[in-house]
């Protein structure tokens, strides 16, 4: 929902992640993309929060 937080999950495996993420009914709101020291992608759960999952750069 706007304007409310961002929780932020950590994973070992990102593109894993994304599939079962995506499997259990989630939509990708934001691809995963590089930051300052990793990845991660956003998606909304099926009650309209957003949250993402990030993992270390290798």
């Not at 961002?6 to 995963?32: C, F, H, M, N, P």
């Not at 990845?39 to 759960?45: E, G, L, P, S």
């Amino acid at each position: 929902r706007p304007g409310g937080p961002l929780i932020i999950l950590y994973a070992d495996d990102l593109e894993a992640t994304q599939k079962r993420v995506e499997a259990a009914g989630a939509k990708i709101s934001r691809a995963a993309f590089a930051f300052p020291g990793g990845r991660r992608f956003h998606f909304i759960d099926p009650d309209g929060y957003e949250l993402a999952v990030w993992t270390a750069q290798a």
